[in-house]
């Protein structure tokens, strides 16, 4: 295929340790073999915790004027978004349409520093950070005891790519490039519209993180939503840095771009990212700050869109989203917050008037 997928080979040692020295460059010199890097860990973690609590705040879905939007639709069943993180809570009760769970983390080195599950994709994409649990309520949520998702009469396909790990009391996601491809493609092949993906990593050298499989996204016609980055600097992270990727970064309280939140040339939009009220792990509900957080917005406004014209493509829903985002000042592209701030409202007010 065109993608390169099915040129694309995992080799997985038999024992645990170090690679052999000189593996990599042996298999550098063979005709058959364009390039070889061996497999890494990335680790995502958040610039604050998580923070319990049962009073919800319906602030960061006013910032996007969901309610006037859910006035022309919730979503559609037929559309399904993707969350790809470190699984999903799929029995907390916000939760009402589930399609093609999938865990896909299968790490065979490094038990040491893990928590759970680790080995052996299954249909159980358990949630032991809570992160995807949150991510995932922000898209879809259905409103019962917290605000409504932004898309919560859609379907949810979740998906695991991160295990877990605990350090000072405090459990973030991390996994391999790899297993973060294999959820995308399962995504893809799975029917999902939009795929949203709270993560990113640096490039370290090789070919750069998962643009094989974003290609395949692309030719597929799905929409890929990912977050910039948490650390507030002129950064790169991946898939976000890659061609056709809706990169998102934060939007503070006050309607600003948000000081953690990474900016680059990659950056499109930038929605809420600052104490976001959401479902969590163990039936529970959270706040949490990250671009991780402002993601989902866009995802779920994209799914939206595409609930409310069926036929749009995901080159017209960018272009939505584009010229409908609220400028930060008089300039078209800002260059921390990309086009502006997410603005659901307009965007289905525009493609209304697009497809009468």
């Given amino acids: 295929m065109a993608a390169g997928l099915d040129r694309t080979v995992r080799i997985i040692l038999q024992r645990a340790g170090r690679i052999p020295r000189g593996l990599i460059e042996n298999l550098q010199v063979l005709p058959q073999i364009v390039s070889v890097r061996p497999g890494y860990v990335s680790v995502a973690r958040m610039p604050q915790p998580f923070s319990r609590s049962p009073v919800p705040d319906q602030t960061s879905r006013d910032a996007v004027f969901l309610h006037k939007a859910h006035r022309i639709t919730t979503g559609d069943p037929s559309v399904r978004i993707a969350v790809l993180d470190t699984g999903v809570d799929i029995d907390h009760p916000e939760f009402t349409r589930i399609h093609a769970p999938r865990d896909e983390v299968n790490i065979l080195d490094g038990h040491d520093r893990f928590i759970g599950d680790l080995l052996d994709a299954d249909a159980a994409p358990e949630d032991d950070v809570g992160h995807g649990t949150h991510v995932a309520g922000i898209a879809l949520g259905a409103g019962r005891r917290m605000p409504t998702g932004v898309a919560p009469d859609c379907t949810l396909i979740p998906v695991r790519v991160l295990a877990a790990m605990e350090r000072d009391g405090e459990r973030y996601g991390a996994g391999l490039v790899d297993n973060i491809n294999q959820g995308v493609k399962w995504a893809i092949d799975n029917g999902a519209d939009v795929i949203n993906m709270s993560l990113g990593v640096r490039h370290e050298g090789g070919g750069l993180p998962h643009a094989d499989v974003i290609r395949y996204a692309r030719e597929k016609g799905v929409t890929v939503v990912a977050a910039s980055g948490n650390d507030g600097r002129n950064a790169l992270y991946y898939p976000g ?46 706040y949490a700050t990250g671009t991780s957080h402002a993601a989902p917005f866009v995802a779920g406004a994209v799914a939206l869109l595409k609930s409310f014209a069926r036929g749009l493509t995901d080159g017209q829903v960018k272009y939505l989203l584009k010229q409908t985002a609220d400028r930060l000042d008089h300039r078209f592209q800002h260059p921390k917050a990309g086009y502006g701030r997410l603005n659901i409202i307009d965007a289905l007010r525009l493609a209304r008037a697009k497809t009468a």
């Fill in 241 to 286: 840095a890659l061609p056709g990727v809706i990169t998102v970064g934060a939007m503070a309280r006050d309607g600003g771009v948000a000081g953690f939140s990474t900016y680059n040339r990659r950056v499109q939009l930038i929605a809420p990212g600052e104490d976001v009220y959401s479902s969590y792990r163990d039936d529970g509900y959270a």
